[in-house]
């Protein structure tokens, strides 16, 4: 395991940093405290904020001293190895590519030399780590992505992107969980509700599980969006070891 960096963040915060890259490696470690501080709460911490390599841990100053706290921590980090964690889980995300709910499917594929079908053949093959959620309410940063998808963000972003639009940015893919602002390639779109304020859980994915991408046409899109806003759907989860999974590579 990596030796983590300690790094103040204002009088109420204290970053513990396993890494200066994006890697499946490092953000298993950032999952593991994450667990850890979950599990075994520490008096004084507040709130604990997972990022792609690092972990923000807040703390009442009142209460922990920051000295303290990084000991207490350091402690934690010898035995998270011995932390059983949850094996990840893989929701499969149907998605409807191309058209009005993928306008810029023709650009990606001028810009990448594929054919659409390509593109989403090669999209939904993988299964992708979700290192992180941030931006908005749910939304996912997923990495595996295949390197030939990669492709340039928009010049100028949209002010309004429709919530369960899938996009590509660069070497990254994600699903805008809310309707926002944005600035990625649109490729395609979920009928899912990523984030329900209203729902006994909130999201409907979580950093260190994976998502996989299901195509489907116009038809099934509609059927799915009748369930989902009946509360009826339920996605399909399954073990990462029943289907095939993505190096992590390209992102």
Not at 169 to 174: A, I, L, R, S, V
Not at 218 to 236: F, M, N, S
């Amino acid at each position: 395991m990596n030796t983590a960096r300690f790094l103040p963040a204002g009088e109420r915060a204290l970053v513990v940093e396993f890494g200066d890259e994006i890697d499946p490696e490092i953000n298993g470690q950032v999952r593991a405290l994450t667990a850890a501080l979950t599990a075994q709460p520490l008096a004084g911490v507040v709130d604990v904020v997972p990022s792609y390599r690092s972990l923000l841990v807040e703390f009442d100053p009142l209460t922990l001293n920051p000295e303290e706290l990084e000991r207490q921590i350091q402690e934690l980090l010898t035995s998270l190895s011995e932390l059983n964690l949850p094996a990840p889980q893989v929701t499969v995300v149907p998605v409807c590519y191309g058209r009005e709910y993928g306008p810029d499917l023709p650009f990606v594929a001028d810009h990448t030399g594929l054919n659409p079908e390509e593109i989403i053949s090669i999209h939904s093959g993988t299964d992708y780590l979700i290192y992180v959620i941030g931006f908005t309410p749910g939304y996912c940063y997923l990495g595996g992505m295949d390197e030939r998808l990669t492709t340039p963000r928009l010049k100028i972003p949209r002010t309004k992107v429709p919530a369960g639009s899938v996009g590509i940015g660069n070497k990254q893919t994600g699903i805008y969980s809310i309707t926002s602002p944005g600035g990625w390639q649109i490729i395609g779109r979920t009928p899912l509700k990523l984030y329900d304020p209203y729902g006994v859980s909130p999201f409907l994915l979580t950093a260190g599980n994976y998502v996989r991408f299901r195509p489907v046409d116009k038809e099934e899109y509609d059927e799915i969006a009748a369930q989902v806003a009946a509360g009826t759907y339920q996605p399909e989860v399954r073990s990462l070891t029943d289907g095939g999974r993505g190096d992590g590579a390209g992102i």
